[in-house]
Nanobody
Framework: QVQLVESGGGLVQSGDSLRLSCEAS????????LGWFRQAPGKERQFIAS????????VVTDSVKGRFTASRDNAKNTVYLQMNSLKPEDTAVYYC????????????WGQGTQVTVSS
């Protein structure tokens, strides 16, 4: 089992930056990929970015490409989502989830952290 704890959300103004953190504990040696998702009120959960746990390769969805970046610190078992030039439409609860080795789905999730961007 893997436990995930997100942090770093908050209330910011349009154009500001935030860095979200997702710290993993437990069976971290079996993690294949960590993903960032967000869910705005009344909308479905949306994929934002992912990073391969050991190799570090990243994928970022087109809607935030150039503004959001995923990175990791394996020594701290932590993955970050750097969010720049935030817009009101980025307002959502942000979640991290992990995909385990030999598992096609994201299996473990954090509790989420609220990001609110005011105009």
């Amino acid at each position: 089992q893997v436990q995930l704890v997100e942090s770093g959300g908050g209330l910011v103004q349009s154009g500001d930056s935030l860095r979200l953190s997702c710290e993993a504990s437990g069976r971290t040696s079996s993690i294949y990929r960590l993903g960032w998702f967000r869910q705005a009120p009344g909308k479905e959960r949306q994929f934002i970015a992912s990073i391969i746990w050991t190799g570090g390769a990243t994928v970022v969805t087109d809607s935030v490409k150039g503004r959001f970046t995923a990175s990791r610190d394996n020594a701290k078992n932590t993955v970050y989502l750097q969010m720049n030039s935030l817009k009101p439409e980025d307002t959502a609860v942000y979640y991290c989830g992990v995909q385990m080795l030999r598992d096609p789905d994201y299996k473990y999730w954090g509790q989420g952290t609220q990001v609110t961007v005011s105009s």
